[in-house]
């Protein structure tokens, strides 16, 4: 069976702090990797995604993901918080076929 | 169009109403998915759609509800007979579905239900 574990369903930083949003997975063969944000009232935009190669993935406003194997672990990363990162995060993995598993998700305040 | 489309954004129904969302994917988009959202919650799978075949409606919650994709294009939900747990935003996301591609989704704005 495949699931998506994200530990902590509210994080807050202070702007310019290190953002961390972790995400596990369970999965019997090697999955794609994608997180998500989601701003209010908004459909999900991908931020990153892992398939293969590289581990470590770049994504859009400055966020980075690294995929351990031996940890099961895709947790999500910035340097610096600003402002406009307040939303919600979606770790998901994509298995054989199409299905798509999301995990229950993160809402991440920045503090000013 | 440039994105996944879907109307209505927000949907008000009397319980016992039946109600239509609409989606309209990505041109040339192969699969097609719908997802239900409840409040605080990530999304969770409804049905799957590769072009008009609806290849899987394992996580419709029951017989009330039916998706449709007639000609492989745009896809409608319907929830007959509604009822307050119906409540939710309803995403529609679709993907190139090509094999040997990522297959990432790409999400609508979802349509917000209120069922009173």
């Known amino acids: 069976a495949q699931s998506v574990t994200q530990l902590g369903s509210h994080v807050s930083v202070s702007e310019g702090a290190l953002v961390l949003l972790r995400c596990n997975y369970s999965?019997?063969?090697?999955?794609?990797l994608f997180w998500y944000v989601q701003y209010p009232n908004q459909g999900l935009q991908l931020l990153l995604k892992y398939t293969t190669g590289a581990t470590l993935v770049k994504g859009i406003n400055g966020f980075e993901a690294e995929f351990k194997k031996s940890e099961t672990s895709f947790h999500l990363t910035k340097p610096s918080a600003h402002m406009s990162d307040a939303a919600e995060y979606f770790c998901a993995v994509r298995v054989f076929g199409n299905q798509f598993y999301f995990g229950t998700g993160t809402s991440l305040t920045v503090i000013p | 169009g440039a994105g996944v489309s879907q109307s209505p954004r927000y949907k008000v129904a009397k319980r016992g109403q039946d109600v239509a969302l609409r989606c309209d994917p990505i041109s040339g988009h192969v699969s097609l998915f719908w997802y239900q959202q409840a409040l605080g919650q990530g999304p969770e799978f409804l049905t799957y759609f590769q072009n008009e075949a609806q290849l899987d409606k394992s996580g419709l919650p029951s017989d009330r509800f039916f998706a449709e994709r007639p000609e492989g294009s745009v896809s409608t939900l319907k929830i007959q007979r509604t009822q307050q747990e119906d409540s939710a935003v309803y995403l529609c996301?679709?993907?190139?579905?090509?094999?040997?591609?990522?297959?990432?989704?790409?999400f609508g704005e979802g349509s917000r239900l209120t069922v009173l």
């Open positions: 999965s019997s063969v090697p999955p794609y």
């Open positions: 996301a679709s993907s190139l579905g090509l094999a040997g591609t990522t297959g990432e989704l790409f």
